[in-house]
């Protein structure tokens, strides 16, 4: 899948989003980290924070000490944040008022469910499947997360395997003892969301193949194999993530290389992608901005959020988007000065572009997006990543998904701290900003 298809889809909704309209989050009643009236006479903040999770705040249930350390420094006397912060985390096996929660008791702070952002939660800009028939895969709320991001017509993997018990045969226990009467009302499946990893791996990678080669219709004999074919997007793309344990843990991307060469070696053909979604991808972030300037509204702030900061463990996501969407940014901000150039010269653009509507890039008020990477969580600071971005890349081992290519630039961060405590100092710093 091309990146510049995804930025394609979500182009209209973007924009939708900026006028406050459908596919809008909505905007938060609570009194919490992010609303309120300024409550002190401090300089209004041009910078925000986008924070990952775990590894970041977090292994598994406990939380890092250094997190409550940095967020004590982004509070002021009155609980209120003193600068615009989003949490942004490929975790997506929960539902967001749930998360956001959990992020409260850990931190010692109300935080809002608008202010994170799930893996799963741009899925709200892909009307033009809202109304399909989907089948959904994961584990914990999947059903009742589609339809939050606004999937009306939601069938499960278990769903799948009531209808058709014959197809989960892995596991002798679960087989059914009597052949099973034929389904004949099941609706046809339309596309495929991939949520996050789900518990029982043989069973869900043999549906959706099942799904797939039959063209929604899992109860079918197999005849040609269609292709491409029905759309497949996936959130979570993270190979591993860290919990507890001393290593990292397989994450929604081993998932999505097994279902890839299961596909690929059954068919002798790519699995494709609709959409990939979660970081590092561009509309990941483009919402994340969305939701910082949200804050920056409700707090009445005058000054316009000019840098961003994306702190993360991960050198293959939270890297590599942060690093991805900076060079994004950088690219709109040369085309609109030469947008500016053109027309305060009057040269009129030669290839003739319709100009009936605005562009999305036209709207990316930021200047940067720059990358901290913490040692807390993925990154070791002993890794395989090489630190000279000349370095021959074929000992590398690259973490990302198969459809995002390795670039040395990307996963090299701008900063290397030790803890998200340390990443708050340095933007304090940075930004000459009081500690206090």
């Known amino acids: 899948m091309g990146l510049g298809c995804l930025r394609s889809a979500s182009k209209a909704a973007l924009r939708r989003w900026r006028r406050g309209g459908p596919g809008a989050p909505p905007p938060s009643s609570q009194r919490c980290l992010g609303a309120g009236a300024p409550g002190s006479s401090e300089t209004p903040p041009t910078f925000g924070f986008l924070f990952d999770i775990d590894g970041v705040l977090v292994r598994g249930r406990y939380v890092i000490p250094a997190a409550q350390e940095a967020f004590r420094k982004l509070v002021d006397s009155n609980g209120q944040l003193r600068v615009p912060v989003v949490f942004v985390t490929n975790a997506g096996n929960c539902l967001q008022h749930v998360k956001a929660k959990e992020l409260s008791d850990a931190l010692g702070l109300e935080v809002s469910p608008e202010q994170v952002i799930l893996s799963h939660s741009p899925l709200r800009l892909f009307h033009q499947f809202h109304e399909k028939c989907m089948l959904v895969s994961g584990q914990g709320p999947v059903e009742e997360n589609a339809r939050n991001v606004g999937f009306q017509n939601v069938v499960t993997i278990q769903d799948v395997r009531k209808a058709f018990p014959l197809l989960d045969m892995v596991d002798q226990s679960?087989?059914?003892?009597?052949?099973?009467?034929?389904?004949?009302?099941?609706?046809?499946?339309?596309?495929?969301?991939?949520?996050?990893?789900?518990?029982?791996?043989?069973?869900?990678?043999?549906?959706?193949?099942?799904?797939?080669?039959?063209?929604?219709?899992?109860?079918?004999?197999?005849?040609?194999?269609?292709?491409?074919?029905?759309?497949?997007?996936?959130?979570?793309?993270?190979?591993?993530?860290?919990?507890?344990?001393?290593?990292?843990?397989?994450?929604?991307?081993?998932?999505?290389?097994?279902?890839?060469?299961?596909?690929?070696?059954?068919?002798?053909?790519?699995?494709?992608?609709?959409?990939?979604?979660?970081?590092?991808?561009?509309?990941?972030?483009?919402?994340?901005?969305?939701?910082?300037?949200?804050?920056?509204?409700?707090?009445?702030?005058?000054?316009?959020?000019?840098?961003?900061?994306?702190?993360?463990?991960?050198?293959?996501?939270?890297?590599?988007?942060?690093?991805?969407?900076?060079?994004?940014?950088?690219?709109?901000?040369?085309?609109?000065?030469?947008?500016?150039?053109?027309?305060?010269?009057?040269?009129?653009?030669?290839?003739?572009?319709?100009?009936?509507?605005?562009?999305?890039?036209?709207?990316?008020?930021?200047?940067?997006?720059?990358?901290?990477?913490?040692?807390?969580?993925?990154?070791?600071?002993?890794?395989?990543?090489?630190?000279?971005?000349?370095?021959?890349?074929?000992?590398?081992?690259?973490?990302?998904?198969?459809?995002?290519?390795?670039?040395?630039?990307?996963?090299?961060?701008?900063?290397?701290?030790?803890?998200?405590?340390?990443?708050?100092?340095l933007v304090f710093e940075k930004e000459n900003w009081s500690h206090e």
């Open 174 to 425: 679960r087989r059914p003892k009597e052949l099973p009467p034929l389904t004949t009302d099941f609706p046809t499946i339309e596309g495929v969301i991939l949520f996050g990893e789900p518990v029982r791996w043989e069973t869900s990678l043999q549906l959706i193949i099942d799904v797939l080669l039959s063209n929604g219709n899992p109860g079918a004999e197999l005849a040609a194999v269609p292709y491409p074919h029905i759309p497949v997007l996936a959130c979570n793309m993270d190979l591993l993530w860290m919990a507890e344990a001393k290593m990292p843990r397989f994450g929604h991307g081993t998932f999505l290389v097994c279902l890839e060469n299961i596909y690929k070696k059954v068919t002798g053909r790519e699995l494709k992608y609709e959409a990939l979604i979660g970081k590092p991808s561009i509309v990941t972030y483009q919402y994340a901005e969305y939701l910082i300037k949200q804050q920056v509204e409700r707090r009445g702030w005058p000054s316009p959020i000019c840098r961003l900061y994306a702190v993360g463990d991960n050198p293959m996501s939270d890297i590599y988007g942060a690093n991805f969407y900076n060079r994004y940014l950088r690219t709109a901000c040369q085309a609109r000065a030469q947008a500016e150039v053109k027309r305060s010269v009057g040269v009129a653009d030669p290839r003739g572009e319709d100009h009936s509507e605005p562009k999305e890039d036209w709207y990316v008020s930021l200047e940067s997006c720059e990358s901290i990477l913490v040692c807390t969580g993925v990154y070791s600071p002993h890794g395989d990543v090489p630190t000279d971005p000349h370095r021959s890349m074929v000992e590398t081992v690259f973490h990302g998904h198969r459809d995002f290519r390795f670039d040395a630039s990307l996963v090299e961060a701008s900063y290397v701290v030790q803890d998200v405590n340390e990443a708050v100092e």
